[in-house]
């Protein structure tokens, strides 16, 4: 068999050339990291259950008319995307205090914001993805004044759509990441959402309980992982029914 070529891996996802020119196969591993890669576990079934969520939340956007990079999940662990140009950007929406904020401005964590908070850090990791300006991000020429018009608003829109989609099944949004592609088609360039849309990348409550459902688990040790995302998978009848990738092995005596 032809072994496919790959693009890139990432700490999460690796991509492969895919089967149509303008196609990627976007490949979600079991690997966690936090801290940028200083903590680092293998747990099984979080690659299987990202896809899933992955897959929800981005055919979701699609059929309310916010373009994203999805075209179709291939199996349990890939998806098919379209290529885009990544802007070196990563799109921060926070709704109530947590993480980094709370750390920079000293805001007690679940704080709710006067209103949904944009922020902007310079994807490197070497650098450990600064927090950034719209002035930087001009004067490097990361992005023009009318893609950040655009980044924006569609910023808002996931924002909008994934704190309804969460809230329906009693989960707060408190905030997330999405990165911004560019498609280009002849002379004319579309942003669409790409990356992944999974609790990898938001952080979850649960709204009664405040119980953590997101990568937070793992990076404060917090319980079991899978566990976590399973819970946001079936609220939202993703869950696949006795999927032995995500189920745990069974001891037999
Ligand atoms: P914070 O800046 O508080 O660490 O993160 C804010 C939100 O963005 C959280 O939901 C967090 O999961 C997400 N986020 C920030 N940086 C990254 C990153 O490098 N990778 C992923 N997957 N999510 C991130």
Redesign the pocket.
Known sequence: MARRKKIYEGK?KILYEGPEPGTIVQYFKDDATAFNAEKMEVIDGKGVLNNLLSEYFMNGLNTIGVPTHFIRRLNMREQLVKNCEIIPL?V?V?NFA?????KRLGIEEGTQLPRPIV?Y?YKDDALG?PLVSEEHIAAFGWASQQDMDDVLSLALRVNDFMSGVMLAVGIRL????IEIGRIFDGDFQRLVIADEISP????LWDIETGRKL???VFRRDLGNLTDAYAEVATRLGVMPKNSPQVTKPTLIN
């Open positions: 999460a990563e921060i926070r947590a993480g980094t904020l709370s922020e850090c993805d408190v905030d997330f990441k990898d990348s938001c952080r997101d990568k937070d």
